[in-house]
């Protein structure tokens, strides 16, 4: 019969090998110095839910918490201008440059893509629907004197409203058709749902909304409505209170392999498509941006 001594120096040797062979948890990551963030985006990515998976996803990975504020492009731009952000998630790729160009940026990552897509009511009065290009679908709209939500706020979506309307005959501003939401997507397909009206979006935003909404994608596939995002670190040299740490930890995390994976699977479980494709591996160039 063994001693008890020998049968907890057994128990104590199986102890200590089974520990050995369990799998080690990782140490949590050190809290930042500065944990508070502030994000400036734009509508589309807190209206389609994209932030709803990666926000709480970086702050348990970083310790950080984030103040989202989702706003036009527009917008976003001139909170980093005015050190009002440490951070930017915008869609807008020419006025990027120019705050780039200006300092007021000090990092600009490439992140993912969708596209923008016309909606409409199924009876589509101007008769666009099919209608291959952008620009030509906006001229017959106006032809018709159909409808057009707008939302007018200086975001990334109302600059490229803008740029296909300048490729028209037409000019929209004041026209009684042409009405002005000044409200995000989200808000501005609600209204153009009510009243039976055209309006230009970023699919993800149409999608993740298109069950309370009476609309249909009417134009896509126009290379001209390419949707691009990037990141940008607002740069610390002009505003030395920006949190540059904390901004680059964001900008690190949502180019990373496995946070781009997560990217390019949103949407696909409940729309059987993504919403947005990753291309943090990619380049402008690659896009057809330069």
Request: hydrophobic share 45%.
């Amino acid at each position: 019969m063994k001693s008890p001594r020998f049968t907890l120096l057994l128990i104590t040797i199986l102890a200590l090998a089974l520990a050995a062979c369990a799998p080690s948890t990782p140490a949590p990551a050190p809290a930042p110095a500065n944990p508070a963030l502030i994000l400036a985006t734009t509508t589309s990515t807190q209206d389609s839910g994209l932030l709803d998976v990666l926000v709480p996803l970086f702050e348990a990975q970083t310790g950080y918490t984030v103040q989202t504020v989702a706003v036009g492009t527009g917008a976003a731009l001139k909170m980093g201008e005015d050190g009002n952000a440490d951070v930017l998630l915008v869609h807008a790729p020419a006025a990027e440059k120019a705050l780039m160009e200006a300092g007021w940026g000090k990092d600009r990552l490439l992140v993912m893509h969708n596209d923008f897509v016309i909606v409409g009511p199924a009876s589509d009065p101007a008769g666009i629907k099919g209608t291959g290009a952008s620009v030509e679908a906006l001229q017959k709209i106006a032809d018709a004197g159909a409808n057009f939500i707008t939302r007018g706020d200086d975001s990334g979506t109302h600059k490229m409203e803008l740029s296909l309307w300048g490729k028209t005959a037409a000019d929209p501003k004041g026209q009684a058709w042409y009405v002005e939401s000044g409200q995000g997507m989200g808000a501005t397909l609600t209204i153009a749902s009510e009243k039976q009206g055209y309006t230009l979006t970023d699919r993800a935003t149409y999608l993740a909304n298109k069950e309370n909404l009476e609309l249909e994608i009417l134009v896509e596939g126009d290379a001209a409505l390419l949707n691009v995002y990037h990141v940008i670190t607002v740069n610390p040299d002009k505003w030395p209170k920006s949190n540059y740490e904390g901004a680059l930890a964001f900008a690190d995390f949502i180019t990373r392999p496995d946070t781009q994976a997560v990217i390019g699977q949103f949407g696909v479980e409940e729309f059987g498509q993504p919403l947005f494709f990753p291309d943090a591996d990619k380049t402008d160039a690659d896009l057809g941006l330069e």
